[in-house]
Every structure is written in C-alpha cells, then in structure tokens.
C-alpha cells in the first residue's frame, strides 16, 4: 500500500495518458472521454475505449480504480445510484446510450449484466431464465418461452444439470450453477453485450473453471466486458485488456502484450505484483 | 379511633430505624463496595503488583469478592422476608388464649388480620380485647427480633463470604471465568422473568376461566348464538337469565377487524413501497417519522376521533344515501382502527422491502425491467412472507384493541355481517364485564375471563403463525 501511495505521488498528468491502442475496426461500443463523478469526487477521469464484436475484453487494476464504475456505465447501472453523474459519450452500435430520449429498458436488453455475487430471484429455475422474456414480451405462447428458456440454459451449460428440476427454487442451486442461471438468465432476452463483475470471485476452482469455459464459448454470440481481480483469469480468458488506475485508463493492449510487455510502468508494477 | 402509636420512646424509633429494611440494604452495598476494593486488593498484594502474574484483571478479583458477599446475603434476606411473615403468624396464633385458637379458620383469619392491622395502626373491625392487644404486643415484639436477627444474620453472611472470597483468591484462579458465568445468571434469570409472567398470566386467566365454566358449558360458550349476561340476582327478577353464548362477540370482532385490515393492508403496504423503493432519501427520513407518529397516538384519541368525528359522517352520508345506519357502527370503528394499524403495516413491511438484498434489484434491473415490474415480480414476492407476518402482526394487534370499540362500536351484541349496524366486541364485553363493583363468583363477572382467555390463545396463535413465517422468512437469505 505504501508502494501504491509513492507510485500516487510520483505520476504526473502525463502519466496517466492511455498507453496503447484504445480503437478497435467496427466497435460495438465506442466510449469517449467518459467522466463519471460521486457527488464531488471524480471516480472515472475521461476513459477513451472501444469495444470490438465478439472479443472478450478484460478490465484490471487495484481496488477502487474505477474498473467496476466504468463497466456500470455501460449499460446504466449507475443511474440508480444517488448523485452519480456521467459525462462524455458512450455510443452502442452508434446511438448515445446517454441521449436523454433513449429508455434504459432496450438498453439493458441489449447490454446485460452478470455480478459478482450470484443473485437468483427466489423463484423456481424456469422463471429465473423465464423472467427476462417475459418482461420485454419476447415470447407470445407457452412453447416458444420454454424454447428460449431451454436455449438459454443449454447456452449456458446448464441444462443437463437442471432439466430435471426446473421448478425447483433457484437458490437451492449451487454456487457456480447460480452464476450460470445468471448468464443464463441474462442470455435469455438476447443481447449483443454482456458485462460481467467479477464473475467467479464469490466461486470455487472448479465452478471458477466452467463458468470460464462458458464465457469463452459465449464469445462467439457476444461482446464480453469481464472486470476481474485474477490476473490469470484475464489471461487466460480475454483478447484484449485494459488496464485501470485510479479513475484513469493507463494501458489497453492485446492481453499477450500486456501480461509478457507491458509499456506502462503502472501496468508493469501491477502486473509483476509490485502493489495491488 | 385511631390505632395507637406504639412507639412512644424516641430511642424505640432511633431502634426502628436502624431496623428498616432499607438501612439493612445500604450497610449491604456499602460493603459489597468494600468488599470490590478488598479483592482486588488482595488480588494486586498475591501478584506484587504485576497484573501479568494474574489469571484475570484485578477487577475481576474484585467482583468475585462482590459476588461472594452479595449474594448469600441477599438469597437470604429474599427467603427471611418470604417466610417471616407465615412464621410469626404461626408464633402469634399459638401465643393465642386456648379458645380463641380453636376459631374457625375464617374466623381465625379475620382475627389475625385485626392484629396486624393493630399492629401497623390502621382502622380495626370491632372491638379490641386484651387478648388481641397482648397478641398484638407479641407480633410486634417477635417481628422486631426477626428484624434483628436477620440484619445480624445477613451483615455477619456477607462479611463471611468476603473474607471467604479473599481466602480463595490465588494467581491462577480464574475470577473472570466465575464472575461471567454469574453475569451469564443473571442474564437468564432476568429473560426468564418475562416467561414466568406470561406463565402467571395465562394461569390466573385460566383458573377463572375454569369457574367460568363449572358455571356455563363450553359447548353453549363457544357456539351459543345469544350473549346477554345480565344475572339475575333476586329469585323474581325477571328477563336476565343469561346467556353466554361468546359467537356474537366474535363475530364483532371479526367484522371490525377485517374492516380495519381492508384500511390497514393495502394503505400500509402501498406506503411502505413508496416509502422504500420511490421515495427520495430526503423525502423518506420526513415522511416515515410522520406515519409511526400514528402508532404514538394514545388509542383513547382514535376513540373520539371515531366516536364524535368519523361515526357521525358514516350515519349522516348514510342517510343522504337513504341507508339506514346506526350512530354506533362497526363500520366507523373498523375504519378509525385501519388508520391506527396502518403504521404497523408500513413499518413493518417496510423494514422487510428493505431487508431484499440489493442484489435482487439489480439483477432486476440489469435485465432491463421497470421499478415497477421489478417491485411486484421480484422484491414484493421475496418479501411476502415478511410482509404476511407484519400483516398477521396487525391484526393480532386490531383483535386486541379496546378503547376505539368501547366508544365506537357500542355494547349490543348483535350477530350481524352488516357494518352499517352496531356491533360489540370481546374487548368492550371484558371491559363492561369489569368495571364497577363486581361479585367473583357470578358467572357474569366470571366471563370476563373466559373471554379473555379466549383472546388470548385466539391472538397467541396468530402471532406464533407470524413469527414462524417471518422467521422462515429470514433463513432465505442469511
């Protein structure tokens, strides 16, 4: 902590400009000069980012660094917390998801979120997955619901585990197969985006393992933002990652460079575990 | 006349004074304070002045010490003053010339009662005899020495166990472990206090429940029709036979409680909604100080609120509608105890609402569903066992309420679904039962209790339901 309080003091404006390629062609997301303030305090200073189709892009940095604020940008979360306020531009498939007009319920259709901690509603299995659709009105007939639910939990490598109990309650699941009912849940109302907040932090090894195989096939539908602590696990699973300290983006690179040569002696420091 | 004094000398008072009670108490903690000071004293002297020799803080050592001299002295002075009484009464009985003790018991009774009421001064029935002034002489005479004896005694036990405490007290005693253990005690003995009076409770309604109903069948209580029950207490007295017939009463009770639960239920848990999920910070620190101070106002001021305000409306917009409706109406009760209850339902609701883990909303929302989607599917159905329990709460409370239903309600037992018509209550039976002067062997007076007994298995039941439901509740998410 000491460390990390000299390295604080030394940085100077310079410093903190983003190292690296922050573009990519044809983004899905297109994040400009993104400013997020609490009440007075700055949380996020003018992050430049985009986001690819079909990528995994990994989000690390120490605690407090703003990497969790940031993905909650992207799909409002934010907005129900008192005195948040985001500036700058945020553009999905080119519309301002901060337009004044725009609803956040399409949004969050089409950017869902997975947390850290498994969240099932107390409710069976089937309507955990049923939920989504039925709020958005996807589905018209009993069939086609249990069609996308089945779907949704297949993709979620759920659904020889449950089959059998899909009236069960949800919270009787296990850890891991809760997490996978969340991305399930959030597969279900179809979206192009996931985010997801450290994913695995409140799992064990063996559940961290399927859930990480599960985002690696879900890359193939879908953008992925993972914000995670586990360095390995965003080596392992991401093409590009960002790297994030105190409200500022300091490096974003292919994850090979980042982890074997990374550019910025913050991203380095982290990365070879000199403070974090 | 009034009783003579009997302490003419003032050495005699001096004497009593240092005989009262509350003088034995403060000698008692003047030395359980020294007695503080000597063990930890002793304990400081046992390890040089070196805490760390010590098992426990000097402190500790002290108190052990405290505990040792406090409390044979006490046990013994609580079981002294439990039975001092019965004993000198004994005594004074067998002091007693030979044909006054072969009384009647009653009579005997009534005699011991002069004495003591010679003895503390007070009015005294009839006559005072010699015999019951040498009596009385002697009551006083060995209530004094017991006095003494019991200050000698308890002072000499106290002391005694201080100077015991301090023997026992070495390095490595553990006074710590011995004194938490006799907090740990106290804790029970202070929890079990509140069981044994529910226990007391329970018993003395039910023992005169079961006069009741040596007096009345339970059959003809539980599910007679009639309840009227004015006895008749000359041989001709005509038209008050009785009945005890208990439907009627809760029958009322069960109207003016639904009325009040159809008020309190949707108006408390739409607040509590709002209150939880819409309201701003600000908003809500203002608004739910202002609902619970309807929970603060005494229920005698819903009663005129109900009786001079709220039954009058009812009766007038009645007949402007040409309906036909009783100034006392259970309908005016009903509505004016939905508004007192409304707090409760709120309150606690809210407290439940808020209990959802905020992960839920989020997950809610984070799938794109409304505040209000996200309220009735997800955080309503996840809080309604709470909510169900704050509701059975609720109404447990509305069965019990008196005081709107005695001055709004009325008194005629009238069986009827109609709330426009006045109906009673099992509270406002009690309390008409009551009030006044009443003879205790009269079934009528009687019935008081059964009715209450009753009440109270009727309300127990409910609030045993709300707990288990509210507890199973808790288990979801802990």
Not at chain 1, 181 to 208: F, K, N, Q, W
Not at chain 2, 360 to 375: K, P, Q, V
Request: glycine share 8%; aromatic share 8%.
């Amino acid at each position: 902590m000491q460390t990390l309080i000299k390295q604080q003091s030394t940085i100077g404006a310079a410093d903190r400009r983003t190292v690296g390629r922050v573009t990519v062609e044809n983004p899905r997301i297109r994040c400009r000069n993104v400013h997020v303030y609490y009440g007075e305090k700055r949380a996020i200073n003018g992050v430049t980012l985009d986001i690819g189709r079909n990528e995994v892009i990994a989000m690390i940095g120490p605690s407090g660094c703003g990497k969790s604020t940031f993905l909650r940008c992207l799909n409002r979360m934010n907005d129900a917390i008192d005195g948040c306020r985001v500036t700058g531009d945020i553009l999905l498939d080119g519309q301002d998801i901060y337009d004044k007009r725009l609803d956040v319920v399409p949004l969050r259709a089409q950017v869902g979120i997975v947390f850290q901690k498994p969240n099932p509603f107390p409710k069976s299995i089937y309507e955990n997955v049923a939920y989504g659709p039925r709020i958005h009105g996807l589905t018209s007939t009993r069939s086609e619901l249990d069609e996308v639910v089945e779907l949704s939990l297949q993709k979620a490598g759920l659904w020889d585990e449950v089959k059998d109990r899909l009236n069960q309650p949800g919270t009787g699941l296990s850890g891991g197969q809760q997490q996978r009912l969340c991305i399930a849940r959030t597969i279900a109302v179809g979206p192009e985006v996931i985010l997801m907040d450290e994913p695995c932090s409140a799992l064990d090894p063996i559940a961290t393992a399927r859930v990480e195989a599960l985002i690696d096939e879900l890359r193939e539908h879908y953008s992925i933002v993972i914000v995670t602590h586990s360095m390995q696990q965003a080596a392992r699973l991401s093409q590009r990652t960002a790297y994030f300290h105190l409200g500022d983006l300091i490096e974003v690179g292919m994850t090979n460079q980042i982890f074997t040569n990374p550019r910025h002696r913050l991203t380095e420091d982290y990365i070879t575990g000199r403070f974090g | 006349m009034a009783g003579l004094p009997l302490f003419k000398h003032p050495l005699k008072d001096i004497n009593r004074l240092i005989m009262h009670p509350s003088t034995l108490f403060f000698t008692l903690a003047i030395l359980c304070a020294f007695s503080f000071w000597i063990g930890k004293r002793r304990a400081l002297t046992i390890a040089d002045g070196q805490i760390r020799n010590l098992h426990s803080l000097p402190g500790y050592y002290g108190y052990y010490a405290t505990l040792w001299c406090a409390i044979p002295a006490l046990t013994l002075l609580a079981l002294w003053t439990g039975f001092e009484s019965n004993i000198i009464t004994a005594l004074v009985i067998r002091g007693l010339p030979a044909e006054l003790q072969h009384l009647p018991a009653d009579h005997l009774n009534l005699m011991v009662n002069d004495i003591r009421n010679l003895v503390s001064g007070n009015i005294v029935s009839g006559e005072i005899d010699p015999a019951m002034r040498a009596a009385a002489d002697h009551y006083q005479n060995l209530r004094q020495i017991s006095q003494a004896a019991l200050a000698v005694v308890a002072l000499t036990l106290s002391i005694l166990g201080t100077l015991l405490a301090c023997r026992r007290i070495h390095k490595a005693q553990r006074a710590r472990n011995g004194v938490e253990r006799a907090i740990m005690l106290f804790l029970i003995g202070s929890s079990s206090i509140a069981i044994f009076t529910t226990i007391g409770i329970v018993l003395s309604v039910l023992f005169e429940a079961i006069r009741f109903f040596q007096a009345v069948p339970v059959g003809d209580f539980l599910f007679g029709l009639k309840w009227s029950p004015q006895m008749a207490i000359r041989e001709d007295q005509v038209g008050s036979s009785g009945a005890f017939g208990a439907i009627p009463l809760f029958a009322g009770t069960l109207l003016i409680s639904f009325i009040a639960m159809l008020v309190a239920a949707p108006v408390g848990l739409m607040a509590a909604i709002y209150l939880s999920e819409y309201a701003s910070k600000k908003m809500r620190s203002i608004t739910k100080p202002l609902l619970e101070i309807l929970a603060g106002i005494p229920t005698v001021v819903y009663g005129f609120f109900a009786a001079l305000v709220v039954a009058p409306f009812i009766r007038d917009s009645g007949s402007l509608l040409g309906l036909d409706v009783s100034s006392e109406s259970a309908l005016a009760a009903g509505l004016v105890m939905g508004v007192m209850i409304i707090p409760f339902v709120s309150s606690l609701s809210d407290d439940v609402i808020n209990a959802v883990p905020q992960a839920m909303r989020d997950g809610s929302y984070g799938l794109g569903a409304t505040r209000s989607e996200t309220i009735c599917q997800v955080i309503i159905p996840a809080a309604l066992p709470g909510i169900v329990g704050g509701l059975l709460l609720a109404v447990s409370r509305a069965i019990g309420e008196t005081m709107i239903v005695v001055m709004a309600a009325g008194l005629s037992a009238n069986l009827t679904a109609n709330p426009l018509q006045a109906v009673t209550t099992v509270t406002v039976q009690m309390v008409t039962l009551l009030v006044g002067d009443q003879e205790f062997d009269s079934p009528k007076t009687l019935a008081a209790f059964a009715l209450g007994l009753m009440l109270f298995a009727t309300t127990l039941i409910l609030n045993m339901v709300a707990l288990y439901v509210v507890r199973k509740y808790r288990e979801q998410y802990e």
